[in-house]
Nanobody
Framework: QVQLVESGGGLVQAGGSLRLACGAS????????MAWFRQAPGKEREFVAA?????????YYADSVKGRFTISRDNAGNTVYLQMNSLKPEDTGVYYC?????????????????WGQGTQVTVSS
């Protein structure tokens, strides 16, 4: 069992930056692929970014955030981060951290085993 807790959300103006963090319980954090998803009001949850297990040598991004967002992980601290720069109003939503033990499609929310409660990000124009 893994428990995930997100932090770092808030209100920011367009063009600004935020850094989200997701802390995980347990001692097997390195064995999980980690990802961030987001959900805007009235929309389905969508993939944002993912990072491979162990060293995190592989990173994946949604086209809408490439070049602006960076995912990283600190296995010693059981934490995954999402650095968000050049934020846009369309980035507004609840951001969720997720962990996966398997090897499926990194962008498929249904394959992730554990989820955090989410943190709100609001970008004003």
């Amino acid at each position: 069992q893994v428990q995930l807790v997100e932090s770092g959300g808030g209100l920011v103006q367009a063009g600004g930056s935020l850094r989200l963090a997701c802390g995980a319980s347990g001692n097997t954090f390195a064995n999980y692929r980690m990802a961030w998803f987001r959900q805007a009001p009235g929309k389905e949850r969508e993939f944002v970014a993912a990072i491979s297990r162990n060293t995190g040598g592989s990173k994946y991004y949604a086209d809408s955030v490439k070049g602006r967002f960076t995912i990283s992980r600190d296995n010693a601290g059981n934490t995954v981060y999402l650095q968000m720069n050049s934020l846009k109003p369309e980035d507004t939503g609840v951001y969720y951290c997720a962990a996966e033990r398997g090897w499926g499609d990194y962008a498929a929310a249904r394959l992730y085993d554990y989820w955090g409660q989410g943190t709100q990000v609001t970008v004003s124009s």
